[in-house]
């Protein structure tokens, strides 16, 4: 059996094979990945009505690729107040949005409570309200700067009344990449370690890959397949998301950009080879609405949401700093032949628009 003959059977495909897939014709590529979408999710097309809430930029850490912290290229340093944090949540549950996503840099001024005690607030007044919160990055930052295990952390959390984690933080696995671009932060292994204990605890996330930068495809595949490894583990991981590196106000100083042709492989890639993670995000922030539309023809059934407001990957040059209204996000989906569904932050499927 060839390989595509072997993704047509459904049989699970290696790291050399996944590696193989990048020298495939885009479309015949995008047409395999398009079988395994359609298998799970039809034409449907996955979008959340959500916000993201970035209430610091102060950060101890110094990842070369970050333009949101003030510790790097950003002179605008800002902590929200509990109070500031709160008032913007009230403004959203009014309006139905459904879930928070709220991440921050690593700011080692405000002490663990205005961390964790933001989320008691929200969740006391707002029960329904979906917390998603903290990346492993954070988590990781959190412990070694406050004296905490990953377990007494993450039973902080849930007590507090977060309800999943973001995917943030995971950058590329590849140590030696890694190491090159956010040195010091939390290590590949404390961030699956970290997701690991958190799915134990009968909870889910999701995971990213940042690419487009200085890692090789070797370094993606490597990537999925210890994401892979970990879900045939646990199945915690809600989706998979592909975030394309921004290139302004860092200092990675990247002179290549990745093509378009390039990201759809990509994620076409993702879904063939991450057979057991039911979703794979396009993430319009970074790959632009327009590349998103595009990758739900190559293997993405997701389309995160409508965001309102975001700061990190928007400071580094996405257009993200303003969503998407919901109408247009909705119209854009349908013109592009899917079925738009909206979701709640666990995929169960609220309506179809
Ligand atoms: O971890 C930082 C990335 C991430 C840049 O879980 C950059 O549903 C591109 O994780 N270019 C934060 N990316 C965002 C994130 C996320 C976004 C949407 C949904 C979910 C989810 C998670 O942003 C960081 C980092 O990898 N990032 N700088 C940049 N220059």
Redesign the pocket.
């Known amino acids: 059996m060839n390989i595509a003959e072997k993704i047509r059977a459904g049989e699970r495909i290696s790291y050399d094979e996944a590696l193989v897939l990048y020298d495939y014709d885009l479309f015949e590529l995008g047409e395999l990945a398009d079988f395994k979408r359609q298998q799970r999710h039809k034409k449907k097309s996955y979008f959340n009505i959500n916000r993201?809430i970035n209430p610091t930029n102060v950060c101890k850490d110094i990842?070369k690729?970050?333009?949101?912290s003030a510790s790097r290229k950003n002179p605008h340093q800002y902590t929200m107040t509990h109070d500031e944090i709160m008032h913007i949540v009230n403004d959203i549950v009014q309006r139905g949005i459904k879930e928070v996503?709220i991440?921050s840099a690593h700011n080692p001024q405000t002490g663990l409570q205005w961390y964790l005690e933001i989320f008691k607030k929200i969740k006391t007044a707002y029960p329904q309200l979906h917390v998603?919160a903290l990346?492993a990055?954070e988590v990781h930052f959190l412990c070694e700067e406050y004296d905490k295990t990953y377990d007494e952390l993450l039973d902080l959390m849930i007590e507090n009344g977060v309800d999943s984690?973001?995917?943030?933080?995971?950058?590329i696995f590849d140590e030696q990449v890694r190491d090159y671009i956010c040195k010091g932060k939390v290590s590949s292994s404390q961030w699956l370690e970290i997701h690991q204990k958190w799915h134990e605890r009968g909870k889910m996330?999701?995971?990213?890959m940042?690419f487009g930068h200085v890692e090789k495809r070797r370094d993606r595949i490597d990537h999925m397949m210890r994401i892979r490894d970990l879900q045939d583990r646990t199945g915690g991981f809600n989706?998979f998301?592909p975030?394309?590196?921004?290139?302004?106000n860092?200092y990675?100083n990247i002179q290549e950009f990745i093509t378009a042709h390039e990201i759809l492989k990509t994620m076409a890639i993702s879904r063939i080879v991450l057979d057991n993670i039911a979703n794979i995000?396009a993430?319009w922030?970074?790959s632009t609405v327009n590349l998103a539309l595009v990758a739900q023809e190559f293997g993405a059934n997701d389309l995160?949401g409508t965001i309102e407001k975001?700061s990190?990957?928007s400071?580094?040059?996405?257009a993200s700093a303003q969503g998407l209204n919901l109408n247009e996000f909705v119209r854009l989906i349908k013109n592009s032949g899917f079925i738009p569904v909206e979701r709640d932050s666990l995929y169960n499927e609220l309506k179809t628009w």
């Open positions: 993201h990842c690729f970050c333009a949101y996503h991440v998603k990346t990055a984690m973001p995917g943030g933080g995971a950058e996330s999701n995971v990213t940042l989706a998301i975030l394309v590196y921004q290139s302004e860092n990675l995000k993430y922030v970074t995160d975001e990190i990957n400071a580094a040059g996405a």
